[in-house]
């Protein structure tokens, strides 16, 4: 029998943590999960603005299609949440609609073609010559790149990932507020 500790609370920490607990008691004894911070859920996490609007950090939509979606929603069914989970069609407001929280505000991130060749607000420039220059962009040369790298090796120095105010998808898996 094995004990077993997992560093990290949030969903793949806790994920493990569910998995390994389905397993024969002859096979682990002892599941330990160290969490840094007070509280678990990682990124995964809902706050409330001064007007009352939310904002969802992490995870807000997963997209039914494929392996790796089907253990979501199984791991989501297995823990008794189905009942939460709200199916909205692609051809829903909320579905094509996308917003992030940069410099006070919401803005609507680009949603169609045309998009790439305005200026949209929060960038100071259009997205076109930027997803051209994409096709160059080489790896960082670094194993574990953070989310500003990569987005300022893509986007310009224009964009800055600040980890400490919320934003609603354009990174899917952190609370950051970019521009």
Known sequence: MASVGIIGGGISGLSAAHYLSKLSATKVKKIILYEASDRLGGWIQTSQG????LFESGPRSVRPIGA???TTLSLVEDVGLSDQVI????????????????NGQLHFLPNQLADLFKIKAPLTSRLFPRLLAEMFVGKSGEEDESVDSFFRRRLGDEVRCNPSIAHNSLLKSAKWDCF
Do not use: V
């Open 68 to 70: 790796a979606a089907q």
């Open 50 to 53: 001064d007007d009352g609007s």
């Open 87 to 102: 199916s909205i069609p692609r051809s829903h407001s909320a579905a094509k609609n996308r917003l992030i929280y940069a």
